[in-house]
């Protein structure tokens, strides 16, 4: 046999065995499709309600023996006159083929019918049958003096079939005219229009396709002539529409009070709390620091935060004064730090510490020896700042308690209100739908909180005097320019760079003075010194001479100008122990050989900028986290989510207003009708 043949063999057997898997799995899938649903409905002088249903069902792909339908009984008093039929036959009350039964529960009316298996004869041809199904709904209708109302769930959404064209005809119990008419259709309780005021007797509901799952209401409003009493749902349900009404105004009054008095509320918070007191202090500006305070506690009671550029000016400023050397390990200014030989018994318990946790025991350290090892003293030193900043009058209590306080406040209250507003929503949903308003007001009110948290931290009145002095300072350090002439003003530059880095100025005080002779700081010894020895051999060494007083040091080392200057010791760079190597300034920096004026300013800021980020290191463990964050934080366990969906029918002739004033009671939107439930086939 050639290969052609065998080839053209097993190409035949493999169409066999597809369509045969194909025809296999159409059997074994059932399914129907409802063609049309329509119905001819007409309601009685005394209420009563009369069905008539038609349904084209097409059966496909599968044998089906039965149908049922089933209606709650939620908003109707009961149901009568079942009936079923298909062409010419009738169903009779029995069981087996075309019999139908009804089963009443305490929740619902059930009516199932039967009837022979469909798709006997063609098993894959689909097979199309007209069911139509009576029934007569008692208490079904709304009565009030306004206008009386029908108002039925004629699609339920509780199906697994698809409905392709539905239409209702609707018969008024006497006539009216057409203006004294209302009527539309919901969609899964969306306003979707499809009504059609046919005559002053007779409206007509159009709507489709319907898949699996959407519901289809109808309602229609009339005079009122119905001589019947409101059944007893009605009265609940018109009971609990005006009890939760009531709840809603109050709610909505509730959240109107909350977005105006809780911004007054909060206003009047800090009013009280967190506002300084009044100071009579107005000086434009101060040319020297108002009283010997250290730069760090200066920046804690400008900004009311101990921080790292406090830390780092407690540094800087611990260095002026004689107490600390730094010198450049590199051309990219990383430092070390050694102590000196001056007694530290002077120093006040922050500047101690911050020196102990620099130096942390030793005599020398590297920038190297303090990343990922700093951080753990940063709660230490704040709190020691905060501590000094109480001591010294500044504030009644501790700026980072007063925040945390509220802070906590205001994070507890948003992470509590949104499950209870949750819980509000679900448990009150009948009397009370809006009652979840109030709490969405609380939550904003809390969330503001937490903002308001960082301005709270009061000053004394000392504290508020001082900061008014320090930033008339600060304003002179800013624009020094303007008040000076910056070539007579040379021997501020190391004099005041420590306030220049708590004011958070220090590149804007460097570059002020790149451009003119001002001496470098004796603490400060940079990379590149224009020192041939130094060029020859990189082994230079520290010493502790304290005979040798800094000529920079002696003549500027106490906080404030007027106070008594201390000799601390300098150290000296030597090759030799005999030989001796002055401090150079930025002039002879800029004219030397190795280095220019701007890598030395420039290498100065960045020393600034690595000592300040290698003592943060790892600082997410501390409580140095922006306040940003911390709001980032509390948001990010706040989560909500809402959806929704809504249809409308633009091609009908004839719609209603939305508006609630056009219905004589039960609300505007949809879902408020009887009849849904569930149907289905088997």
Same mark, same amino acid.
């Given at each position: 046999m050639s290969i052609r043949r065998w080839l053209y063999i097993f190409f035949l057997t493999a169409v066999l065995l597809y369509g045969w898997s194909g025809a296999a799995a159409a059997q074994s899938g059932k399914g129907v499709v409802v063609r049309e649903r329509n119905a001819d409905i007409t309601i009685s002088q005394n209420g009563d309600v009369s069905f008539v249903e038609t349904w084209v069902v097409d059966f496909q792909n599968g044998s089906f023996t039965f149908a049922f339908r089933e209606i709650p009984k939620n908003k109707l008093n009961d149901i009568t006159g079942w009936g079923v039929r298909e062409g010419e036959r009738v169903f009779q009350d029995s069981y087996g083929d075309y019999t139908f039964n009804v089963d009443e529960s305490a929740d619902a009316y059930k009516i199932t019918w039967r009837f022979p298996a469909t798709n006997q004869r063609e098993k894959f041809l689909s097979d199309t049958h007209t069911f139509e199904l009576k029934y007569t709904v008692r208490g079904a209708t709304r009565i009030y003096p306004q206008g009386d109302q029908f108002w039925w769930k004629f699609i339920e959404s509780d199906r697994a079939y698809p409905i392709e064209s539905s239409r209702v005809t609707l018969h008024l119990p006497q006539e009216f005219s057409a203006d004294q008419l209302t009527a539309t259709t919901y969609v899964n309780a969306d306003q979707a229009g499809g009504a059609r005021v046919r005559d002053g007797k007779t409206i007509e509901f159009n709507g489709g396709p319907f898949s699996p799952k959407m519901e289809w209401e109808i309602r229609a409003q009339f005079p009122h002539v119905l001589r019947a009493e409101p059944a007893e749902w009605q009265k609940w349900d018109d009971y609990v529409a005006q009890v939760a009404a009531q709840n809603n105004f109050y709610a909505m009054a509730a959240l109107v009070a909350l977005l105006f008095g809780g911004p007054l509320l909060l206003l009047v918070l800090w009013y009280l709390l967190g506002r300084d007191k009044p100071t009579t202090f107005r000086a434009e500006f101060l040319p020297q620091p108002p009283d010997d305070t250290p730069p760090g506690v200066v920046g804690t009671l400008l900004d009311e935060r101990a921080d790292v550029q406090d830390i780092v000016a407690t540094m800087v400023d611990l260095a002026r004064r004689g107490y600390l050397q730094i010198r450049e390990l590199d051309a990219f200014g990383a430092p070390e730090y050694a102590r000196t030989a001056q007694s530290a018994a002077g120093l006040a318990p922050f500047e101690k510490e911050t020196l102990d946790a620099l130096l942390r025991g030793s005599a020398m350290q590297t920038l190297g020896d303090l990343r990922g090892a700093f951080y753990t003293h940063l709660t230490t030193l704040q709190d020691a700042l905060y501590r000094e900043a109480v001591a010294r009058g500044f504030f009644p209590a501790s700026p980072l308690a007063t925040r945390n306080l509220y802070f906590r406040i205001g994070k507890w209250g948003a992470l509590i209100v949104p499950p209870l507003a949750v819980g509000a929503a679900c448990l009150l949903i009948v009397f009370a739908p809006m009652a979840f308003l109030p709490l969405c007001g609380l939550e904003i009110f809390f969330l503001a909180l937490l903002g308001l948290s960082r301005v709270m931290p009061q000053r004394t009145a000392k504290g508020a005097t001082a900061?008014?002095?320090?930033?008339?300072?600060?304003?002179?350090?800013?624009?020094?320019?303007?008040?000076?002439?910056?070539?007579?003003?040379?021997?501020?530059?190391?004099?005041?760079?420590?306030?220049?880095?708590?004011?958070?100025?220090?590149?804007?005080?460097?570059?002020?003075?790149?451009?003119?002779?001002?001496?470098?700081?004796?603490?400060?010894?940079?990379?590149?010194?224009?020192?041939?020895?130094?060029?020859?051999?990189?082994?230079?060494?520290?010493?502790?001479?304290?005979?040798?007083?800094?000529?920079?040091?002696?003549?500027?080392?106490?906080?404030?100008?007027?106070?008594?200057?201390?000799?601390?010791?300098?150290?000296?760079?030597?090759?030799?122990?005999?030989?001796?190597?002055?401090?150079?300034?930025?002039?002879?920096?800029?004219?030397?050989?190795?280095?220019?004026?701007?890598?030395?300013?420039?290498?100065?800021?960045?020393?600034?900028?690595?000592?300040?980020?290698?003592?943060?290191?790892?600082?997410?463990?501390?409580?140095?986290?922006?306040?940003?964050?911390?709001?980032?934080?509390?948001?990010?366990?706040?989560? *909500? =989510? /809402?959806?929704? !969906? +809504?249809? &409308?029918?633009?091609? #009908? %002739?004839?719609? *209603? =207003? /939305?508006?609630? !004033? +056009?219905? &004589?009671?039960?609300? #505007? %939107?949809?879902?408020?009708?009887?009849?849904?439930? +569930?149907?289905?086939?088997?």
């Open positions: 900061a008014a002095q320090w930033n008339a300072f600060k304003r002179y350090l800013t624009q020094l320019e303007k008040y000076e002439n910056l070539q007579n003003a040379q021997t501020k530059f190391a004099e005041y760079l420590p306030y220049a880095i708590a004011f958070g100025l220090e590149k804007t005080w460097i570059e002020k003075f790149k451009q003119t002779d001002a001496p470098a700081p004796t603490w400060y010894v940079p990379y590149d010194m224009p020192d041939a020895q130094r060029a020859a051999n990189d082994d230079w060494t520290w010493r502790n001479v304290s005979s040798v007083p800094s000529a920079a040091a002696a003549s500027s080392s106490t906080h404030a100008p007027n106070a008594p200057a201390p000799a601390p010791a300098a150290p000296l760079f030597h090759d030799s122990p005999t030989e001796q190597t002055a401090a150079p300034n930025l002039d002879d920096l800029a004219r030397g050989s190795f280095v220019s004026l701007n890598h030395v300013s420039g290498n100065m800021f960045d020393f600034l900028n690595l000592s300040a980020a290698a003592f943060t290191d790892r600082t997410s463990q501390t409580r140095t986290q922006s306040f940003g964050e911390d709001i980032r934080s509390v948001l990010d366990q706040l989560a *909500s =989510s /809402s959806s929704g !969906s +809504s249809s &409308s029918d633009s091609s #009908s %002739s004839w719609s *209603s =207003s /939305s508006d609630s !004033s +056009s219905w &004589s009671g039960g609300g #505007s %939107s949809g879902g408020g009708g009887g009849g849904g439930g +569930s149907s289905g086939f088997g």
